[in-house]
């Protein structure tokens, strides 16, 4: 193979290790910033099937949409709060642990929210990152009067856990509360074990 192929290689790799590295050491790359300013003011007005692309969106730009969507975490809207919190609890960066501190102290004001629904998010993203002190929230979620929050909370609940204690959505009042007792004395048990 002639030098000058192998030198063009050489050079192509060394370039696109460059790129990729300027890329990440610089979050706030103009263009991409931009293009993640379109999707949030997007996202301020859509529903359903289109807000959920919208918001997968944003999570594939990973590390580069915690500024803007942890400004969407303080919107007077909680339907906006709420989107914020899921969004965050999918980026992942083991590269940068200060990012994702700030991650897990945005998902943990959350937890405050006076919109149960946003809390329950935040709870929900934490659990998705393997903090399983919220998992009583969770639980206590399963009894909300609201069906969506009950089924987020189960379904992360049997996601962290890998357990499920019969619990249906839409089951027999008297059913779910047996499987709630279920789970908090298993979560009990759990973290006494951990002491």
């Known amino acids: 193979m002639p030098a000058r192929f192998l030198l063009s290689g050489a050079l ?3 370039l696109t290790a460059c790129a990729s590295d300027s890329i990440r050491s610089h979050p706030a790359n103009p263009e991409i ?14 529903t359903g099937a289109e807000l959920v692309m919208s918001l997968e969106r944003l999570v594939a730009y990973d590390v580069f949409v915690i ?9 007077p809207n909680p339907r906006l709060r709420g ?4 969004v965050l609890a999918q980026v992942r960066d083991g590269e940068h642990p200060d990012r994702m501190t700030r991650i897990e102290r945005i998902l943990r004001d959350g937890l405050e929210d006076p919109d149960a629904t946003v809390a329950y998010e935040a709870a929900t993203g934490l659990a998705a990152r393997g903090e399983w ?10 009894d909300d009067a609201d069906p969506g929050v009950r089924y987020r909370c189960h379904q992360q609940l049997v996601s962290t856990t890998s357990r499920d204690f019969g619990y249906s959505i839409d089951g027999d009042p008297a059913v779910q509360q047996v499987a709630i007792d279920a789970w908090r004395d298993w979560y009990a048990a759990w973290s006494g074990s951990r002491s």
């Open 33 to 46: 910033q931009r293009q993640i300013a379109s999707i949030v003011a997007q996202v301020r007005y859509q």
């Open 133 to 142: 002190d919220v998992l009583p929230r969770l639980i206590d979620g399963l």
């Open 83 to 86: 989107n914020a919190m899921w």
């Open 12 to 14: 192509l790799v060394a």
């Open 67 to 75: 500024d803007q969507v942890a400004e969407l975490a303080d919107d």
